[in-house]
């Protein structure tokens, strides 16, 4: 089992950048997949990037590529959301997930542990 813990979301201006972190408490880190996923008012969750055990697969929503940068440092047991020229849609609950065993892994039902979640907040 693992517990996972976000940390750095906030308020932004358009344009600006965060950096979200999960940090992983519990059974070895590189035994999961890791992904993120973000849910704004009124909508459902959706995919935004997730990164293999290793960390040398990414994969993102179309959304986001080019603008987001998932990383995970496994000796930290954390993962990381680089995120840049931020929008005002980007505005959601950002949450991460570990997926055990798995590859790159798009879809909600493939991860196993989910965190808090962590409120994004984009200005126009």
């Known amino acids: 089992q693992v517990q996972l813990v976000e940390s750095g979301g906030g308020l932004v201006q358009a344009g600006g950048s965060l950096r979200l972190s999960c940090a992983a408490l519990?059974?070895?880190?590189?035994?999961?997949?890791m992904g993120w996923f973000r849910q704004a008012p009124g909508k459902e969750r959706e995919f935004v990037t997730t990164i293999s055990r290793s960390g040398a697969s990414t994969d993102y929503a179309d959304s986001v590529k080019g603008r987001f940068t998932i990383s995970r440092d496994n000796a930290k047991n954390t993962v990381y959301l680089q995120m840049n020229s931020l929008k005002p849609e980007d505005t959601a609950v950002y949450y991460c997930?570990?997926?055990?065993?798995?590859?790159?892994?798009?879809?909600?039902?493939?991860?196993?542990?989910w965190g808090q979640g962590t409120q994004v907040t984009v200005s126009s």
């Open positions: 997930a570990a997926a055990l065993f798995r590859g790159l892994s798009l879809r909600e039902y493939e991860y196993d542990y």
């Open positions: 519990g059974r070895t880190f590189s035994d999961y997949a």
